[in-house]
């Protein structure tokens, strides 16, 4: 039987952190054995964002490495740049046609961007949401691991291929945002502030290249408060962030200790960071030192770069003789 197509993709705009391996990462690797799964970097995207290329191909690198470093395997995967399968930028064109400005500019990135970058509102920040469309739609791929940032770019994907599929002939599955468990995932930053992210408040923001005693420092400084005075409380939102850190890379026993801590209101959130640095970083130290070895070893970057850029245009090849058919445009 044909397996479901998977496709997912990370911008190399900066480190990788914990929400990037919880939001992302972790469900590729579930992914691989079940699913055809495709997984990119993102190169392209970033220049709406980071139109300085100096230290692009280092992040492209780095983002193969620490990928591959938490358990992607690139034989059973097409793991690939964006840029190495131009057919997406063809796909992006037709798509184009079918996209809206009213419907782009009301896109919460899109907005975030405008006022992150008043002075470079340029053209491929308002199509962003196409070009997305666009990978995912050139493997027709149906199930998209995303984290919880990523949902409304979903909607939007599905949009344009029904949109497509309704002008021009059925071509396009319509592709659901994943999640092992029935929630996307929102791993916030540790100062309670918002979503962790590659570039805001570094020392909020554990990255999977982070030193140990980085870790440490960083965990111990999370906000927390005082503590419950009932028992059974619910949970400020980034007290509940620290523990599903804990539920993620601790025991199941240190976090029900923790959580029954926290229910009898006898919790001690500093023995809880303390006991979470921990865990954290014999969590993080082997991904940092594998990814670090595997990015040095450029001839096995650049086999890993070319294997997955063939397995991709493949792919993309095959669904972009569909479109062209479908659009009309075989002569
Ligand atoms: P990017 O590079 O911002 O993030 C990569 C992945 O990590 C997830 N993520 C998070 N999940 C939980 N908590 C967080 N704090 C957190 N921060 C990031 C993101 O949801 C994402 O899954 N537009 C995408 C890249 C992209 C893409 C695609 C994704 C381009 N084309 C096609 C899927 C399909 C982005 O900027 O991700």
Same mark, same amino acid.
């Given at each position: 039987m044909k397996k479901e197509v998977v496709l997912s993709g990370i911008r190399p705009t900066g480190f990788l952190h914990l929400g990037n #391996?919880?939001?992302?990462?972790?469900? #590729?690797? &579930?992914?691989? *054995?079940? #699913? *055809?799964?495709?997984?990119?970097?993102?190169?392209?995207?970033?220049l709406t964002t980071h139109p300085d290329t100096k230290e692009l191909q280092n992040s492209v690198h780095r983002v193969i490495a620490e990928n591959v470093a938490c358990g992607?395997?690139?034989?059973?995967?097409?793991? #690939?740049? !964006?840029? %190495?399968?131009?057919?997406?930028?063809?796909?992006?064109?037709? /798509?184009?046609? /079918?996209?809206?400005?009213?419907? @782009?500019?009301? =896109?919460?990135?899109?907005?975030?961007?405008? &006022?992150? !970058?008043?002075?470079?509102?340029?053209?491929?920040?308002?199509?962003?949401p196409v070009l997305?469309?666009? *990978?995912?739609?050139?493997h027709r791929a149906v199930k998209v691991p995303v984290g919880k940032d990523q949902e409304q770019h979903l909607e939007m994907a599905r949009n344009f291929a029904e949109r497509f599929n309704y002008r021009y002939g059925n071509v396009f599955p319509a592709p659901q945002a994943f999640n092992f468990g029935s929630e996307l995932v929102k791993i916030m930053s540790l100062d309670g502030n918002g979503k962790m992210s590659k570039s805001e408040n570094q020392m909020s923001t554990l990255y999977l290249a982070d030193e140990d005693d980085a870790i440490r420092k960083k965990i111990m400084k999370a906000k927390t408060d005082s503590g419950p005075t009932e028992p059974n409380s619910v949970k400020p939102d980034y007290i509940e962030n620290i523990f599903t850190?804990?539920?993620?890379?601790?025991s199941a026993d240190t976090y029900n200790k923790f959580e029954e801590d926290f229910n009898k209101c006898s919790i001690r959130y500093g023995d809880m960071k303390k006991q979470l640095a921990e865990d954290m970083v014999s969590f993080i130290k082997p991904i940092r030192e594998k990814a670090a070895d595997i990015q040095q070893d450029k001839n096995l /970057?650049?086999?890993?770069?070319?294997?997955?850029? %063939?397995? $991709?245009? $493949?792919? $993309?090849?095959? =669904? @972009?003789?569909?479109? &062209?058919k479908a659009v009309g445009m075989n002569y």
């Amino acid at each position: 039987m044909k397996k479901e197509v998977v496709l997912s993709g990370i911008r190399p705009t900066g480190f990788l952190h914990l929400g990037n #391996y919880f939001g992302a990462m972790r469900n #590729y690797v &579930r992914m691989q *054995d079940e #699913y *055809d799964c495709y997984f990119f970097v993102a190169n392209w995207h970033s220049l709406t964002t980071h139109p300085d290329t100096k230290e692009l191909q280092n992040s492209v690198h780095r983002v193969i490495a620490e990928n591959v470093a938490c358990g992607l395997d690139p034989d059973k995967v097409a793991l #690939y740049v !964006q840029s %190495d399968v131009p057919e997406i930028a063809e796909l992006y064109l037709y /798509l184009n046609m /079918l996209a809206y400005k009213g419907e @782009l500019e009301k =896109t919460t990135t899109f907005k975030e961007k405008v &006022r992150l !970058q008043p002075e470079n509102v340029n053209a491929g920040l308002l199509t962003y949401p196409v070009l997305m469309a666009s *990978d995912i739609l050139i493997h027709r791929a149906v199930k998209v691991p995303v984290g919880k940032d990523q949902e409304q770019h979903l909607e939007m994907a599905r949009n344009f291929a029904e949109r497509f599929n309704y002008r021009y002939g059925n071509v396009f599955p319509a592709p659901q945002a994943f999640n092992f468990g029935s929630e996307l995932v929102k791993i916030m930053s540790l100062d309670g502030n918002g979503k962790m992210s590659k570039s805001e408040n570094q020392m909020s923001t554990l990255y999977l290249a982070d030193e140990d005693d980085a870790i440490r420092k960083k965990i111990m400084k999370a906000k927390t408060d005082s503590g419950p005075t009932e028992p059974n409380s619910v949970k400020p939102d980034y007290i509940e962030n620290i523990f599903t850190l804990m539920r993620i890379t601790s025991s199941a026993d240190t976090y029900n200790k923790f959580e029954e801590d926290f229910n009898k209101c006898s919790i001690r959130y500093g023995d809880m960071k303390k006991q979470l640095a921990e865990d954290m970083v014999s969590f993080i130290k082997p991904i940092r030192e594998k990814a670090a070895d595997i990015q040095q070893d450029k001839n096995l /970057l650049h086999k890993i770069i070319q294997q997955g850029a %063939d397995k $991709a245009r $493949a792919s $993309a090849a095959a =669904t @972009l003789q569909e479109v &062209r058919k479908a659009v009309g445009m075989n002569y």
